[in-house]
């Protein structure tokens, strides 16, 4: 599966943005999306993921309650609403894919991988 990720710009702290990610392919809905994010000089880290049926979605701490992971296997394509936003959430924002049954929060599960989007919060 191939992934395009969009949707970053410029917001000012506590803004919104949304991203999308849409993917190729026919067989959408057999994966389990995630999202990623990397800020300079930084790790690759876990934001969010969500099952295949898109029943099922899980979040870290840091983005519980102000972002909502959600997915559309009509249109291949899964989304990111990012709420209440910090200077803190700046960094290129990745979505990635697996073919695994369980939740998977490490970069490194995935096979499938977009090629980012810049999200930058100004304080």
């Known amino acids: 599966v191939q992934l395009q990720a969009s949707g970053g710009g410029l917001v000012q702290a506590g803004g919104s943005l949304g991203l999308s990610c849409a993917a190729s392919?026919?067989?959408?809905?057999?994966?389990?999306m995630g999202w990623f994010r990397q800020a300079p000089g930084k790790e690759r880290e876990f934001v969010s993921t969500?099952?295949?049926?898109?029943?099922?979605?899980y979040y870290a701490d840091s983005v519980k309650g102000r972002f909502t992971i959600s997915r559309d296997n009509a249109k291949n394509t899964v989304y990111l609403q990012m709420n209440s936003l910090k200077p803190e959430d700046t960094a290129v924002y990745y979505c990635?894919?697996?073919?695994?049954?369980?939740?998977?929060?490490?970069?490194?599960?995935?096979?499938?991988w977009g090629q980012g989007t810049q999200v930058t919060v100004s304080s």
């Open positions: 990635a894919a697996h073919s695994k049954l369980a939740r998977v929060v490490d970069a490194s599960e995935y096979g499938y």
């Open positions: 392919g026919r067989t959408f809905s057999s994966y389990a």
């Open positions: 969500i099952t295949r049926s898109g029943l099922s979605t």
